[in-house]
């Protein structure tokens, strides 16, 4: 049991590696075991290639509501797509991005009918796509990286000294932030100009660090590696929350407004070690509460745009009162696996995504 629980965090630290918000392939474990936090290495990411294809809609697999949740929330649509990921709303719009180990899948986020799809080549390497500008960040072997739109234009074309780790877009995919492969460094990028524009470093570590990249709203630079996580406050680069666990971070996500920090691990509670969600205060890295799961960890974690709910997608698909850290409705129970979820901006809508398909959940 202990080898499957330590191969499934292997592929998650794949995902951790490119897409910030992206989340693993692999089916988590029915039980977890403490994980020596000194045995893994971040694996290669996917690959993008801007080459429209026309595809028809399969007929997806059967993702099943129980009864308690129906009278809140009701599938919408589904879509075979298979494993994708990270699900990602585009900004202003109820259009759904899907992403999985070989395509990148612009869904309409009420029937999941797909709008266009692109392939990925063996060679091409995805580390980012913005919701925003849909520019998206690739790589042939991290020593260059280009910068792309959906019609296959390269925008800009950036070396590194020494290459780079992780790429990540900050909000609007105008800047870009890339980790450095030789020291504990962070520098970000003008797209347009392909000039540096700033730096953020002092984070040591003797694990491997994982990936540097902007939170969601720009907020924060987020370092993580193996089990911490380390926040900077943006544009200072000064120290914020230095926050350790027990176990490898399997996922995390922030509230809407970027002051809770949410983060899924195996812990010790109650003198048991369990699957946990951690709500943290992302300025002092205090801790706020402590939710515990069934089987694993989540794989994927989202809060609502308001901030009153915490989705978690992994053994099951919950719904959470962010305040309480009571269940508020279980969509799917622990026999299903799901790897992602997300919240649509207006939070009309909540996404998750399963080995065999994505489903849209209509919030009322």
Aim: hydrophobic content about 40%; proline content about 7%; charged content about 15%.
């Amino acid at each position: 049991m202990k080898n499957k629980w330590i191969a499934c965090l292997i592929i998650m630290f794949s995902a951790a590696c490119s897409v910030p918000s992206g989340q693993i392939t692999a089916n988590p474990p029915d039980t977890i075991t403490p994980t020596d936090v000194s045995a893994s290495t971040p694996a290669s990411t996917i690959a993008i290639s801007p080459s429209p294809i026309p595809i028809s809609t399969p007929t997806p697999a059967n993702i099943k509501v129980p009864k308690s949740a129906a009278s809140n929330f009701q599938i919408q649509a589904k879509s075979a797509i298979e494993n994708a990921n990270r699900l990602v709303w585009l900004a202003g719009s109820q259009t759904l991005a899907a992403v999985t180990l070989n395509s990148l899948t612009l869904l309409n986020g009420h029937d999941l009918s797909i709008i266009k799809q692109y392939k990925v080549p063996d060679n091409t390497s995805l580390l980012d796509f913005d919701p925003i500008s849909q520019y998206m960040a690739l790589t042939e072997d991290r020593m260059s990286l280009k910068i792309m739109d959906w019609d296959g234009k390269t925008l800009q074309t950036f070396h590194p000294s020494g290459g780079f780790g992780s790429a990540t877009f900050a909000p609007g995919g105008q800047t870009i932030w890339l980790s450095s492969m030789e020291e504990f460094k962070a520098v970000s990028y003008d797209v347009k100009t392909g000039k540096k524009s700033g730096e953020c470093g002092g984070f040591e570590t003797a694990a491997p660090v994982y990936a540097a990249f902007p939170s969601p709203s720009g907020k924060w630079l987020v370092w993580t590696a193996r089990a911490t996580i380390q926040l900077n406050h943006l544009p200072d680069c000064t120290f914020a929350a230095h926050i350790g666990h027990e176990d490898f971070i399997m996922s995390h996500t922030f509230s809407s407004d970027e002051t809770i920090l949410a983060t899924s691990t195996g812990g010790t509670l109650n003198g048991e070690f369990q699957p946990l969600i951690f709500l943290y205060d992302a300025a002092t890295g205090e801790k706020r509460s402590i939710i515990p799961l069934k089987d694993s960890p989540a794989m994927g974690l989202a809060f609502s745009p308001d901030g009153t709910l915490l989705a978690s997608a992994g053994s099951g698909l919950f719904l959470w009162d962010a305040s309480t850290g009571k269940q508020v409705a279980e969509l799917a129970p622990t026999d299903q696996r799901f790897t992602s979820v997300a919240f649509s901006v207006d939070g009309t809508l909540l996404a998750a995504s399963s080995e065999t398909e994505v489903a849209v959940f209509k919030v009322k």
